[in-house]
């Protein structure tokens, strides 16, 4: 049995799929930028969060949106850090934060965060891994074909899933020469994140339908389809559906990545998320 510990809870991966509760501290996130900006909002977000069934609440300051532009530390850390201090009494969930710089990795830590979501790789920020090693908390290593900023411009592969795997292995191999413990990494194929989607291509549905591939490295895996684009394309037939109205299929979605082998799925709607996962767990668990 393999457990993965996260501040001060400690779960039994198999025994259910965990939910990863998102709040973007940002203007400017895809699906739901700005409206949890303010700190007094955000707060209440992360308290409906834990109440709908969140295992894990990830922080994020800065979009990585395709299209999007990095922000400075010191902006990234004047978003997030009020929200974290205002939420260490009031929570119970342990919270994690998507980051891939190191400074503001080791403040939020310092807050008691008990994870780093690192879209990077710890590529983004040669200093992180060692805040890790130091903390000795997860972190979770995402594949992103480029950058935010240019992710989805023409991405091309000759078997994406392979190339993935590889890719991810590698990084945990990085991570673990830098003494990073193994039962603290877990790995993120990257939905979304320069992966094709429409015109009869859709990277996204190959990576859910060849999950097994990527739990044969032997780490956890974290899974996060909610509300992205290739819901849109494919629910939405001629016609690409708005982010509103993505949330049958990123259900439908969370829940194949569930079955296909997800320990944790990372997801906007955790109410629903929840409900659907709670058949799932009991069938497939």
Do not use: W
């Not at 295992?55 to 004047?78: A, H, L, M, V």
């Not at 000759?158 to 193994?182: G, T």
Request: hydrophobic share 40%; net charge positive.
């Amino acid at each position: 049995m393999k457990y993965l510990k996260v501040g001060s809870k400690k779960f039994l991966l198999g025994k259910k799929t965990l939910i990863m509760g998102i709040l973007n501290v940002t203007p400017d996130s895809f699906s739901d930028g700005g409206r949890h900006f303010s700190s007094d909002d955000a707060i209440k977000h992360a308290i409906k969060l834990e109440k709908d069934g969140a295992d894990i609440i990830d922080i994020g300051g800065e979009s990585t949106r395709p299209g999007s532009k990095p922000i400075s530390s010191k902006e990234e850390i004047k978003r997030v850090l009020p929200v974290i201090e205002n939420l260490a009494d009031k929570l119970s969930t342990p919270l994690s934060i998507d980051t891939y710089k190191s400074e503001v990795a080791e403040k939020a830590i310092e807050l008691g965060v008990g994870m780093v979501n690192d879209v990077t790789a710890l590529q983004g920020d040669h200093g992180l891994v060692s805040v890790i090693t130091k903390h000795e908390v997860p972190i979770c290593l995402m594949h992103m074909k480029g950058n935010p900023l240019t992710m989805q411009k023409n991405p091309k592969y000759d078997d994406m899933v392979r190339e993935i795997c590889a890719f991810l292995k590698e990084r945990a191999d990085f991570a673990i020469f830098y003494d990073v413990k193994k039962e603290n990494i877990i790995l993120d194929p990257g939905i979304g994140f320069g992966k094709r989607t429409g015109r009869g291509v859709e990277d996204n549905c190959e990576i859910l339908k060849r999950l097994a591939e990527l739990k044969s490295l032997g780490f956890p895996l974290l899974v996060g389809t909610s509300r992205k684009t290739f819901v849109g394309n494919v629910c939405g037939g001629k016609k690409q559906l708005p982010v509103s109205e993505r949330l049958e299929g990123s259900l439908a979605a969370a829940c194949i990545a569930a079955i296909n082998g997800a320990d944790i799925v990372r997801v906007h709607d955790v109410k629903e998320t929840k409900r659907c996962l709670d058949i799932v767990n009991c069938v497939m668990k």
